[in-house]
């Protein structure tokens, strides 16, 4: 029997004029959850999937793609079983009741790393979309430039900068995550959009027998190069699988938070079909010229059968997307941060002065982060190899194993130690590659 909640994420308010609210409105919908944690798993880490692809070849890709989806639905269930147990209601709350107040540190920091790392990656991509970039020697134009032309209001700056005012902004100002339900219905359609105009457009090219040769399995003709490349790609698979730090936000609105479980099991279903057909048919599309960011392969138009009008809704849906995934990564990251800094404070959505003192220095970070930093690459694969696997794999495994409540069955402790090693195992190989292959880069 599952064990009662004791303490809600969102506290009773003392009676009052707004407090008339019905016993709906205090809980978040099954449907909204799923769209919530659906959002947060598809983010910016669909557009890197075919560059995986391209490394790891179709098998090992969509056998990573299963294995990974797997692993992130068992160790949400870790996480909130062990959450139902104890008195926490949130990740670090899980981690300080098992490792003590290093252990909630130590997530808090890594969720917010992770969080805030994705929102800069998020703005990044927007602002290549909108304004365009210059990468290898080519400029590729973006929507904006392709639309008006080049003028002061639509370089990377001013596109941004109207961007966060008008439409991030509002967003974050939100202080319940089941407020951005619709929101996240939206950005998951749009990339949805996605999928189904490059599935369409490979199949045509299929039809037509114009598509890329890919390979079923990957290129080990030079040696062990090729082989540890392998672990470079599939942190960024990992990535595109982490969710857990908003898991906690979204069961503990719901009227019974062990419903987010049966939402995480739909979503990381619908994820993974989404990356899949992604992958396949864009590397069928681009093959072996499969860039990191496959946008750019569709900003390629005048050397390929997407005609303008589509290429202009691939990038301008995807855009859209991530702006309305954005303001899920800042209620994780505030929540952490306010966590961290104010542990013994009353819940921030009841205090205005430390929910807008945190809301805005975050944004402008942010803002000022995506305008300074270029590429998006090495950021993915050294965050998949460190923080996101922590997140998603060796912390829930960690906590199964500590068993602090006695409620780990032997087949669970299990299932968390293969989880560990692999999930630690990997990483350091991944970390290897990545600063070797770094060093290569710098020494060429």
């Known amino acids: 029997m599952t064990p009662a909640i004791k303490a809600p994420l969102l506290p009773n308010q003392e009676p009052s004029s707004s407090s008339s609210s019905s016993e709906n409105e205090k809980h978040g919908s099954f449907a909204g959850a799923i769209f919530n944690v659906s959002t947060s798993i598809v983010g910016a880490g669909i557009m890197s999937i075919p560059a995986a692809f391209k490394v ?26 062990s959450t139902v147990a104890g008195d926490a209601t949130t990740y670090a709350g899980v981690m300080k009741e098992s490792f003590g107040k290093p252990g909630s ?34 400029i590729h134009l973006g929507l904006l430039q392709g639309w008006f032309g080049s003028h002061w209001w639509n370089t990377r700056f001013f596109s941004l900068l109207f961007i966060f005012v008008f439409l991030f902004l509002p967003l974050v100002l939100c202080r319940r995550v089941d407020r951005l339900a619709l929101s996240s219905a939206i950005s998951f359609l749009l990339a ?13 090219a299929l039809v037509q027998g114009i598509t890329k040769s890919p390979r079923l399995f990957p290129d080990l003709n030079n040696g062990g190069q090729s082989f540890f490349n392998l672990f470079t790609a599939s942190p960024v698979i990992v990535t595109a699988f982490t969710f857990h730090f908003n898991l906690h936000p979204v069961g503990f609105e719901l009227k019974d938070p062990l419903q987010v479980l049966s939402a995480t099991r739909v979503s990381v279903i619908l994820c993974a079909t989404i990356y899949s057909a992604t992958g396949l048919f864009c590397y069928l599309l681009f093959g072996d010229s499969t860039m990191t960011d496959v946008l750019m392969n569709f900003d390629e138009s005048s050397g390929s059968s997407i005609g303008s009008l589509l290429n202009d809704v691939v990038r301008a849906s995807y855009a859209i997307h991530l702006m309305l995934v954005f303001p899920l990564l800042n209620f994780s990251l505030r ?16 205090d205005n002065k430390r929910f807008f003192g945190l809301t805005f220095p975050l944004l402008i970070s ?45 087949r669970e402790k299990i299932v968390a130690s293969v989880m560990l090693v692999l999930a630690v195992a990997t990483s350091i190989i991944a970390i290897s590659t990545n600063i070797y292959s770094f060093a290569e880069t710098e020494e060429a």
């Open 56 to 81: 790891l070849g179709v098998i090992p890709s969509l056998s990573i793609i299963l294995i990974i989806a797997w692993l992130s639905n068992v160790s949400a269930g870790f996480l909130m079983k």
């Open 105 to 138: 540190v130590a997530v808090q920091i890594i969720t917010m790393v992770v969080t805030f790392g994705s929102m800069v990656i998020f703005s990044i991509i927007i602002g290549d979309v909108l304004s365009g970039n210059e990468k290898g020697g080519v």
């Open 192 to 204: 949805l959009l996605f999928v189904i105009i490059s599935s369409v457009l490979a199949i045509v």
């Open 335 to 350: 929540a952490n941060l306010d966590e961290l800094l104010f542990p013994l404070k009353i819940s921030l959505v009841n």
């Open 366 to 410: 942010c803002f000022l982060a995506a305008i300074a930093i270029p590429d998006i690459w090495y950021f993915f694969q050294f965050l998949g190899s460190t923080s996101t696997v922590s997140i998603a794999f060796i912390f829930p495994a960690a906590i199964v194993l500590r068993n602090v409540n006695g409620i780990s069955t032997l």
